[in-house]
Each structure stands twice: as C-alpha cells, then as structure tokens.
Nanobody, 118 residues
C-alpha cells in the first residue's frame, strides 16, 4: 500500500520561507515522477512543481524562481523549498507520486496547510 506523508506546513509571514517534505512508503521514489499540488479555498487543485526520474523540473508560472523541488531517493523523500512567500500561496499542499499530471495522478498525500500572512 502506497503512503505519502507530508510535513513542514505552517504559518509564515509574507516574504518568508518554508520547506515541505513528503516521505513515501510502498513505492520507490527513484522510479517515479514526484510532484506538489496545491488547492486554495474555492479554487481547483493546481500543479505547482514536478520532478521526473531524470530530475527534469517543471514549475507553474506563479511559483517560478521562488519554489524549488528536489528529491532524495535514498530517503524516499521529495521536498518543496518555498521562498518569498505571498498571501496568494496560501493553500493546502499535496504531495503526489507515480504519473504526476493535472489530469491524472496515481498517488496523493493527505495534504499540509500553508498559510501566508500579509
């Protein structure tokens, strides 16, 4: 059974930084795409960042240059480093693994809340 467990969310002031972590079990991160989505109240879930098995990275336009995704295959963990946070980054952030696309994603974490105060 695949489990993805996020950590690192919380409350931060605008301009601050946070690092999210996602630890996986029942799945080999080395063999899978990994990513982060977010969902703000009243909005659709959106793909924020993705890293494939070749370590090619994708970022949504609103977070380019501020967010950075990385993976540690030995620890079966994926990270999302977030800098220069804005109030509009406030959302529940979800870890994803497997095939990671807006239209289809195999595995999800339970989500972690990130709140950015102005």
């Amino acid at each position: 059974q695949v489990q993805l467990v996020e950590s690192g969310g919380g409350l931060v002031q605008a301009g601050g930084s946070l690092r999210l972590s996602c630890a996986g079990s029942g799945i080999s991160f080395r063999l899978n795409e990994l990513g982060w989505f977010r969902q703000a109240p009243g909005k659709q879930r959106e793909l924020v960042a993705r890293i494939n098995i070749s370590n090619t990275e994708f970022y949504a336009d609103p977070v380019k240059g501020r967010f950075f995704i990385s993976r540690d295959n030995a620890k079966n963990t994926v990270y999302l480093q977030m800098h220069s946070l804005k109030p509009e980054d406030t959302a529940v952030y979800y870890c994803a693994a497997g095939w990671v696309r807006p239209t289809k994603t195999n595995y999800w974490g339970q989500g972690t809340q990130v709140t950015v105060s102005s």
